[in-house]
């Protein structure tokens, strides 16, 4: 299984940024998809899911009404639309995934493969 995510860059506060995830060795249309991000000096937390076949979503608060995941099966591609961002968005953004849904599918320990982290700055 391979995760290469990509689509990070510098961006100005208010702009959108797409973040790409494509899977390999896995089906994104059935397994468990996640982006976490970390930022400077602080801990990974969880950004949003996307629950395999049933195909449910999860969002962290802060992101609610901004970020948007979303999957293209044929492509077995994760994406991650940013919209409004924040300075506080600025962090390395990571995809993980897992074969089966977890209820506690935002902690970063239960998820077996993770791509290589893709860099967000966001400036005002």
């Known amino acids: 299984v391979q995760l290469q995510a990509s689509g990070g860059g510098l961006v100005q506060a208010g702009s959108s940024l797409r973040l790409s995830c494509v899977a390999s060795g896995l089906a994104v249309s059935t397994w468990s998809m996640i982006w976490f991000r970390q930022a400077p000096g602080k801990e990974r937390e969880f950004v949003a899911a996307?629950?395999?076949?049933?195909?449910?979503?999860y969002y962290t608060d802060s992101v609610k009404g901004r970020f948007t995941i979303a999957r293209d099966n044929a492509k077995n591609t994760v994406y991650l639309e940013m919209n409004s961002l924040k300075d506080e968005d600025t962090a390395i953004y990571y995809c993980?995934?897992?074969?089966?849904?977890?209820?506690?599918?935002?902690?970063?320990?239960?998820?077996?493969?993770w791509g290589q982290g893709t860099l967000v700055t966001v400036s005002s």
């Open positions: 996307r629950r395999g076949s049933q195909g449910s979503t």
């Open positions: 993980a995934a897992r074969r089966n849904w977890n209820v506690q599918y935002w902690r970063a320990e239960f998820y077996d493969y």
